[in-house]
């Protein structure tokens, strides 16, 4: 389909083209002696421009609110398990006594359930 575009001048071809080629080189090494459209550099080239996008994509920021930190959250833990009847508001003035910046809402999510 790609092939058969008649064009005058320099074929033009779009992404989908490309990844059409990368695939059937992929699976059919030996085509590129069949195939004089595009060169083997260029065809390594895309195949190369298309990990880049893939890892760049990959290995972006998740967003969102940042984690938080594992001391703080067995500190928490600690203080909720010695402290049974203490609840997240209480658990939560002690956290912003000490300097911790954190939501009373993430005080809660931490703190060990009980029945």
Not at 31 to 54: D, M, N, Q
Not at 59 to 71: A, K, V
């Amino acid at each position: 389909m790609v092939l058969r575009r008649r064009l005058h001048g320099r074929v033009r071809l779009t992404n989908q083209d490309r990844w059409f080629l990368v695939r059937l080189y992929r699976w059919f090494p030996s085509i590129l002696s069949v195939l004089t459209v595009i060169r083997p550099e260029a065809l390594v080239r895309w195949h190369r421009a298309g990990f880049r996008c893939y890892w760049r994509w990959k290995s972006r920021s998740p967003g969102g609110r940042p984690p938080i930190d594992t001391g703080l959250r067995v500190l928490i833990r600690r203080i909720s398990v010695d402290s049974p009847l203490w609840g997240a508001p209480r658990v939560h003035g002690e956290l912003l006594k000490l300097g911790f910046e954190i939501a009373q809402s993430s005080v809660a999510k931490y703190m060990v359930k009980r029945r």
